[in-house]
């Protein structure tokens, strides 16, 4: 489980196509506390270390990515020169600073716009229709891996688009400042809200 506080920013400094892809990625965590077998989350998707770098020398670890995760993630996003948002596992007593993130994309938006207002970004996203009705004002959403609260939620015949706004500490310590319009994200919907629509369905039969 995740947070979406964003604690390092990653670089694909290698691909390397086997069954699965190999990504490594350079990180500024003490490598000497990261474990094989631990979990990351590398912009929203939950990845298992399987290989890391030497103490005292520059930190990377690296992962292995499923098709499945490839097919389900941005595209373009386990590119070599990628900067990704990385975050660690939480632990037992750790502070819950954003909102409960699995890890476990839900869908890929696109960047409808991008507005400054003042020293923040409002950026709005379009979301596929089947993910639409999990999105609200005011409820939290998971854009590459960053905990995020909805401003607003747009419903038009041509699709659903929701705004959300990045003000400068986020922008400095996340990817989400360099944004742009037509670039895809990672999305996860509030977990509660997942669940709550499994209930909804079950109880509907």
């Known amino acids: 489980m995740f947070t979406g506080i964003i604690t ?17 990625i350079s990180t500024a965590y003490d490598i000497a506390t990261v474990d094989l077998g631990a979990s990351i989350s590398c912009s929203g998707v939950c990845l298992t270390v ?38 660690r596992a939480m632990k037992l007593g750790d502070e819950l600073g954003g909102h409960i993130v699995t ?13 400054r207002v003042g020293d923040s970004r409002a950026i709005a996203f ?9 999105v609200a004002a005011k409820g939290s959403v998971t854009v590459d891996g960053v905990s995020l609260t909805v401003n607003a939620v747009s419903d038009a015949p041509d699709g659903t688009t929701f705004t959300v706004n990045i003000i400068p500490h986020t922008q400095a310590v996340t990817t989400l400042g360099a944004l742009e319009a ?13 669940y709550l629509n499994r209930m909804q369905s079950l109880l509907a039969r």
């Open 8 to 24: 390092d920013i990653g670089t694909i400094e290698g691909v390397e196509q086997r069954g699965d892809l190999r990504v490594r």
């Open 50 to 87: 399987i290989d890391k770098s030497a103490p005292g020398g520059a930190g990377w670890f690296t992962v292995d990515v499923s098709g499945e995760t490839v097919s389900r993630s941005a595209q373009g996003q386990w590119s070599q020169g990628r900067k990704l948002n990385l975050e």
């Open 103 to 115: 890890g476990h994309v839900d869908g890929v938006a696109e960047v409808a716009s991008v507005e």
């Open 126 to 134: 379009r979301v596929a229709r089947d993910l639409a009705p999990f």
């Open 182 to 194: 037509g670039q895809p994200v990672n999305i996860e919907i509030d977990v509660l809200a997942r």
